[in-house]
């Protein structure tokens, strides 16, 4: 893995409009350096499953190209299979057979056999703590078992690229931390490349070493977790209020909280306002009063570090809760905490 | 080719494996061709007095019938495994490994068609346990078996297509139970083609149930018209490979809608 080799996976100008004139790509870039993890960061619908579809040669796109461990996905999609390992959000594992039987149908299916088939079988039933359960029909196992053994199936051929879809989506939180731990001891695999997909922001925060954000079939920003947080100068200060602040409230506040010092950006969405300050605590006190002033009463002020919430409202122009409405607790914990 | 051949063996293995892990699911596929042979054969008994049947009990007569109405029955609920194996994710799974494409559909294929001449071998079996009589011997039962994978493999296929296209079990159920009892009964199932109404025989002239009845039931009696026999068959067999082809294209267009 040199820093001369080529992109794992490099997408240009994706475009992909479904019948009903829905489009799920609107000129999506993506570039994957090899050995990394990269996340692709965005809310349900916003373009990343289309993406990872026509990455795993599953879709073909309007227009566009995109190459996968150097092989194009449109003219060379049996060599882009050969070098893929697809953990989709369900990878649907033969429920009536057992853990083993699907490893070993999944590998057959790569074209391994015997000895080295039946090795790399029970080496993944280890790493994924399944050999207890690899002789029980897979109607039987829990949500995370499921989850393992579908990673494991990705893994069976030892691909180059892993495309990871949504992995703990709809996982209970001590199944997606196990989750978490087993990416972590991948994206350690010597040379694997992974593609994540999620709409947890922790998720993303926590495993990827680069992010994408997506809104509405493309890519609004990219970079590291901490180049991202620290684009946003100082400290978020996120104050809600009793009630919805009308249009002209909005103009009002805006005016009245923009002039007060060590205040940078003022944003108003609802009841929630968003203000990016130097010192957010010594900005508190200031604000509230500003907010007296201006006749508005809040319910609760905190201040935290940048968050990548933070970093999608200033760059997707609505908060992430809002483009998510399903959004699981705690994924979108501020990443610092309130100080 | 031959990675070809063994990717079909993988999946009409994991179809099998299904079918031989529920055997609740297997008995009670039986236990409707039970009854039919068992439960018809004794009401209408006597019928074969009228004439026209060509055997000597009404049982001889009513084997392939059912035979063939079990193909149908079993058969035509394929797309509800393949909507599923869709929604469950399967599907993709395999097709974003380098399994071939051809070998995803075949196995398919051939494990309804496997399954339709167990359970066809099965309700001979049942029948000669009955008292059945086949004087066309073993050579008579393998075409009745033939027609009757021929038949199932049609609209095995018809329901893949359909399930697919509509991607909704409902339809897939509502068409079903549409087609299963006219189909059955405008044919010659349970009566002599002489002494069904003159419309109702030309109609059933042209249903491909009666073309497997036909060619079953006279390959399997004491004087066979082979002629007739190789004439249904072949029909079938076009109309088998018709169906296929059509469910390869509606697999592609699913392909191109993902």
């Given at each position: 893995m040199s820093a001369t080799r080529a992109p794992a996976v490099e997408a240009r100008q994706l475009v992909k409009t479904y019948p009903g004139d829905v489009t799920a790509?609107?000129?999506?870039?993506?570039?994957?350096?090899?050995?990394?993890?990269?996340?692709?960061?965005?809310?349900?619908?916003?373009?990343?499953?289309?993406?990872?579809?026509?990455?795993?040669?599953?879709?073909?796109?309007?227009?566009?190209?995109?190459?996968?461990?150097?092989?194009?996905?449109?003219?060379?999609?049996?060599?882009?299979?050969?070098?893929?390992?697809?953990?989709?959000?369900?990878?649907?594992?033969?429920?009536?057979?057992?853990?083993?039987?699907?490893?070993?149908?999944?590998?057959?299916?790569?074209?391994?056999?015997?000895?080295?088939?039946?090795?790399?079988?029970?080496?993944?039933?280890?790493?994924?703590?399944?050999?207890?359960?690899?002789?029980?029909?897979?109607?039987?196992?829990s949500g995370g078992m499921r989850r393992r053994l579908d990673v494991a199936l990705g893994l069976v051929h030892r691909p180059e690229v892993l495309f990871l879809d949504e992995p703990t989506t709809g996982l209970d939180p001590e199944a997606r931390t196990a989750m978490w731990d087993e990416i972590a001891r991948l994206a350690g695999d010597e040379g694997l490349t992974i593609l994540l997909t999620t709409h947890y922001l922790e998720e993303a925060d926590r495993l990827a070493e680069r992010i994408a954000i997506v809104d509405r079939g493309r890519i609004v920003v990219e970079g590291t977790p901490d180049a991202l947080k620290g684009e946003l100068r100082g400290d978020a200060v996120h104050v809600e209020l009793?009630?919805?602040?009308?249009?002209?409230?909005?103009?009002?506040?805006?005016?009245?909280?923009?002039?007060?010092?060590?205040?940078?950006?003022?944003?108003?969405?609802?009841?929630?306002?968003?203000v990016r300050a130097d010192d957010g605590a010594a900005a508190m006190p200031g604000l509230l009063a500003a907010l007296e002033r201006a006749g508005v009463t809040v319910a609760s002020a905190t201040v935290a570090r940048p968050s990548l919430d933070d970093v999608y409202l200033r760059h997707a122009g609505r908060r992430y809760a809002e483009a998510e409405a399903d959004s699981a607790a705690g994924a979108l914990t501020l990443a610092g905490g309130v100080r | 080719m031959s990675t070809a051949i063994s990717q079909t063996w993988y999946m009409t293995r994991r179809h099998l494996m299904v079918f031989a892990r529920q055997p609740a699911y297997a008995i009670i596929t039986l236990i409707q061709p039970v009854i039919w042979l068992f439960l018809f054969g004794s009401l209408f008994k006597k019928v074969v007095e009228l004439g026209g049947f060509g055997t000597t009990t009404y049982l001889d007569y009513l084997v392939p019938g059912v035979?063939?109405?079990?193909?149908?029955?079993?058969?035509?609920?394929?797309?509800?495994?393949?909507?599923?194996?869709?929604?469950?994710?399967?599907?993709?799974?395999?097709?974003?490994?380098?399994?071939?494409?051809?070998?995803?559909?075949?196995?398919?294929?051939?494990?309804?068609?496997?399954?339709?001449?167990?359970?066809?071998?099965?309700?001979?079996?049942?029948?000669?346990?009955?008292?059945?009589?086949?004087?066309?011997?073993?050579?008579?039962?393998?075409?009745?078996?033939?027609?009757?994978?021929?038949?199932?493999?049609?609209?095995?296929?018809l329901s893949n297509a359909l399930g697919m296209l509509v991607r909704e079990r409902e339809s897939i159920i509502g068409i079903n139970t549409f087609l299963l009892l006219p189909l059955t009964f405008l044919s010659s199932a349970f009566m002599a083609p002489s002494q069904m109404p003159s419309w109702m025989r030309h109609v059933a002239d042209f249903n491909p149930l009666d073309w497997a009845m036909v060619a079953g039931r006279s390959a399997m009696s004491a004087d066979t018209d082979w002629g007739a026999v190789g004439g249904r068959t072949a029909a079938l067999l076009v109309l088998a490979v018709a169906a296929v082809w059509l469910s390869i294209r509606t697999f592609r267009s699913y392909q191109r809608s993902v």
């Open positions: 790509l609107n000129g999506m870039d993506v570039t994957v350096e090899p050995g990394t993890v990269f996340g692709l960061l965005g809310p349900n619908g916003a373009g990343k499953s289309t993406t990872v579809k026509i990455l795993t040669t599953l879709a073909r796109p309007d227009s566009g190209s995109a190459t996968v461990a150097g092989h194009d996905v449109l003219r060379q999609p049996d060599r882009v299979r050969h070098a893929i390992g697809v953990v989709a959000q369900s990878s649907g594992a033969d429920p009536v057979a057992t853990g083993r039987e699907n490893l070993q149908l999944q590998g057959r299916l790569y074209g391994l056999r015997g000895a080295p088939l039946a090795r790399r079988v029970e080496e993944l039933l280890e790493r994924f703590g399944l050999t207890d359960a690899a002789s029980r029909p897979v109607k039987g196992y009793r009630e919805p602040a009308g249009e002209a409230g909005r103009t009002l506040l805006t005016g009245a909280l923009g002039v007060l010092s060590g205040v940078h950006e003022v944003l108003i969405d609802g009841r929630r306002i968003s | 035979v063939v109405m079990s193909a149908l029955s079993s058969n035509m609920w394929a797309g509800m495994g393949t909507l599923e194996e869709m929604q469950r994710g399967t599907l993709n799974r395999f097709l974003t490994t380098p399994v071939s494409r051809a070998a995803l559909m075949n196995g398919n294929v051939v494990n309804n068609g496997l399954v339709t001449a167990l359970q066809s071998v099965i309700i001979v079996l049942l029948g000669l346990l009955g008292g059945a009589d086949y004087p066309g011997g073993v050579g008579g039962v393998a075409v009745l078996v033939l027609a009757s994978v021929l038949l199932g493999t049609v609209f095995g296929a």
